[in-house]
């Protein structure tokens, strides 16, 4: 279970980061920035906050909406950052990765003294000094919460893309390569946003120009 070790070792405006959507074909990937300012956080909280791969759907959506209610009460500060499919196509999945998070940083009210970011790599580039913790969130609090807050607000996205783009499943799937999204592609091919420079993308799109 996470808690405040290494927070509390790099001392104040210490900001937690996440990504969620690396592996999907389709959507932007996003990035959760958490800055706990006041450890005293809801009870429910610091029983939950995990890695959001471990809870469950209903779970991640109660611990989201309760993190902006700490944000509204002035214990904690919410950044979110995105790279969209184009983007990704550009730079490539870890650069647009990157990038994501530094604008979830720079979204925070506060310029953070040091950021703690889930995983072992660590941008060259990056709003103030970065420190990666692998499997952080599970280790630690701002890093689980900005997991979480990354996980539920793409997923959110991807259902509202959904309602646009109807036939692949991504209320349900998220961008990733589902049987249904399979067959979306099969019968509808490739939409803007799907991520072109994805291997299985590329056969789709090969596959409809022979």
Known sequence: MPDFEFENKLGELVVGVDEAGRGPWAGPVVAGAVMILDKNLDEFLLDCLNDSKKLTAKR???????????????????????ASAHEIDESNILQATFMAMRRAVTALKLEPKAALIDGNQNPKVFPCQSYTVIKGDARCYSIAAAS???????????????????FYGFEKNAGYGTKLHIEGLQKYGVTP??????????????SKAA
Do not use: C, N, T
């Open 148 to 166: 979480i807050i990354a996980k539920v607000y793409r997923d959110r996205l991807m259902s509202e893309l959904a309602q646009k783009y109807p």
């Open 193 to 206: 946003e799907h991520r072109k420079s994805y291997k299985p993308i590329q056969v789709f799109i090969k």
């Open 60 to 82: 991640r959506e109660q611990l989201y909406d309760k993190l902006f209610e700490e944000e509204k009460q002035g214990k904690l500060l919410i950044g979110i950052g995105e």
